[in-house]
């Protein structure tokens, strides 16, 4: 088998992203996805959004503490997620892929159309242009889309909830539609059930992947 060539899939230089709501396992999938890939003598780069660069950092800060909750505009929003996009993009993602290494993100370009569009009501069409700049075009190669029902989700939080995370369960509703119907007919995104432990979740992911 080729290097980089694993079960018959070569993931050099393939974005790997998994996607969901909030609470439903997604960073924890990533690292375990990450370290098996990894074990097999691949090369990966584990990340994940809003975050994963300096700018990206400081702006996640303005985007979840909860003294913005109530005056952060949602187009501004928007806004601030791009940033850490298009930073995250052009710092971390672009250039590991062409190095031929797999990066696996939490979370990318689906997120703001399912929490901005569906869930904001923003139009699509403008996420998606956005998107398509701050990425440079780049889509994911993979797409694990982690999900759990709203209440499940919702009751897994434990502590102090975040400015988003303290959404009231319509706008989670409207984002987990969002998910499924973005994705219904797109070969390049699988749904796995996120409502069992955490190896059989992780053993379904590898599963798609041959691994
Ligand atoms: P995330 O980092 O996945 O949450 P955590 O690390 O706390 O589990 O995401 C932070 C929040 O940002 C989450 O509520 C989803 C939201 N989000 C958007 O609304 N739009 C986006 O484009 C992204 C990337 C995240």
């Not at 300096?54 to 929003?77: K, P, Q, S, W, Y």
């Not at 700049?133 to 780049?138: S, V």
């Not at 987990?176 to 059930?193: K, S, W």
């Amino acid at each position: 088998m080729l290097y980089g060539e694993v079960g018959g899939i070569d993931l050099a230089g393939k974005l790997i992203v998994f996607e969901g709501l909030d609470f439903t396992g997604k960073t924890t999938q990533a690292r375990l996805l990450a370290r098996r890939i990894e074990s097999r003598g691949q090369p990966v780069v584990l990340t994940g959004e809003p975050g994963g660069t300096a700018v990206g950092n400081a702006v996640r800060e303005i985007l979840l503490t909860r003294r913005h909750a109530g005056t952060l505009d949602d187009f501004a929003e928007l806004l601030l997620f791009m940033t850490s996009r298009t930073q995250h993009a052009r710092e971390v993602v672009l250039p590991a892929l062409a190095l031929g290494k797999t990066v696996v993100s939490s979370r990318y370009r689906l997120s703001s159309l399912a929490y901005q569009g569906y869930g904001r009501g923003i139009d699509r069409d403008l996420i998606e242009r956005l998107n398509n700049e701050a990425t440079r075009g780049r889509k994911a190669d993979v797409t694990f889309l982690i999900d759990v029902p709203v209440e499940a989700a919702l009751s897994r939080k434990r502590g102090d909830r975040d400015r988003i995370e303290a959404e009231a369960v319509e706008f989670y509703r409207r984002v987990r539609r969002g998910f499924l119907e973005l994705t219904a007919d797109d070969p390049r995104v699988y749904r796995i059930d996120g409502t069992g432990d955490v190896e059989a979740t992780a053993s379904a992911v590898a599963r798609c992947l041959g691994l």
